[in-house]
């Protein structure tokens, strides 16, 4: 059974900064594809950034320059650093995985087989 535990939300003022982190066992992590996928009460779901099976990575318009993901592969863990956080960014973050995504379809969430539990994100301005 994959298991997704995040860690590292919390509440920030706007202007700060949050690391999350996603421990992932009992798959061969680093040729999965995993993103973070985040939720804000009364919205859709939303991809946030991705790491592709192979490597490459890709960041939602709203995040880019402000958001980093990164994997840890020797430790099975997935990051997502958040600076210069904004009030727009509070939701839960959710860390998902899978062993494969077709390009076309590598924001939704549908194609992501295993997820965690998520950890809330709340940015207060």
């Known amino acids: 059974q994959v298991q997704l535990v995040e860690s590292g939300g919390g509440s920030v003022q706007a202007g700060g900064s949050l690391r999350l982190s996603c421990a992932a066992s009992?798959?061969?992590?680093?040729?999965?594809?995993m993103g973070w996928f985040r939720q804000a009460p009364g919205k859709a779901r939303e991809g946030v950034a991705i790491v592709e099976g192979g490597g490459s990575i890709e960041y939602v318009d709203s995040v880019k320059g402000r958001f980093t993901i990164s994997k840890d592969n020797a430790r099975n863990t997935l990051y997502l650093q958040m600076d210069s956080l904004k009030p727009e960014d509070t939701a839960m973050y959710y860390c998902?995985?899978?062993?494969?995504?077709?390009?076309?379809?590598?924001?939704?969430?549908?194609?992501?087989?295993?997820w965690g539990q998520g950890t809330q994100v709340t940015v207060s301005s």
């Open positions: 009992r798959f061969t992590y680093s040729s999965y594809w």
């Open positions: 998902a995985a899978a062993p494969y995504v077709p390009w076309s379809s590598r924001w939704n969430g549908l194609q992501y087989k295993y």
